[in-house]
């Protein structure tokens, strides 16, 4: 006899309708963000962020990526539990990645005031949300490059 739950469907079609067909999923779209340790702060002009590793692989991993995608739209996503709770596209400045023996540092600067002041003020807002328990994933083109 099948169990039905408040709607009256059965619980046998309640699961195949919600679940995922898991023999369909691209496993080619998935790939593992390199995990580091990420600072921040604010300099003259706008913000700064040094993401380090002591893993080797990861440090590669990260300059092999941030070298690929130079050029492009960089972002801060801040999440926290697997939910985005900020998203932050430093379109208000120039971005430049310097790669380091330990990973890369990345400045954000503006010459404009109102821009810098930007900058600063999401500075500002993602070192609260990652002391608060957020995950910071620095995205180049909308790809992760790293997470911290």
Request: aromatic letters at 2%; glycine letters at 12%; proline letters at 2%.
């Amino acid at each position: 006899m099948e169990t039905t739950t408040m709607s009256g469907m059965g619980t046998s079609g309640m699961m195949t309708g919600m679940m995922p067909n898991m023999g369909s999923m691209n496993m080619s779209n998935m790939m593992m963000v390199p995990r580091c340790t990420m600072t921040m702060s604010k300099c003259d002009g706008g913000m700064m962020m040094t993401c380090t590793s002591t893993d080797q692989m990861a440090i590669g991993m990260m300059q092999n990526l941030c070298s690929m995608m130079s050029g492009g739209m960089t972002s801060m996503c801040m999440m926290m539990n697997g939910m985005m709770v900020m998203n932050c596209n430093m379109m208000m400045g120039m971005c430049k990645f310097e790669m380091t023996g330990e990973g890369m540092m990345m400045t954000c600067t503006s010459g404009d005031a109102m821009m810098c002041q930007m900058i600063q003020s999401c500075c500002d807002c993602m070192m609260t949300m990652m002391n608060c328990g957020c995950t910071c994933y620095l995205c180049m083109n909308n790809m992760p490059v790293c997470c911290g």
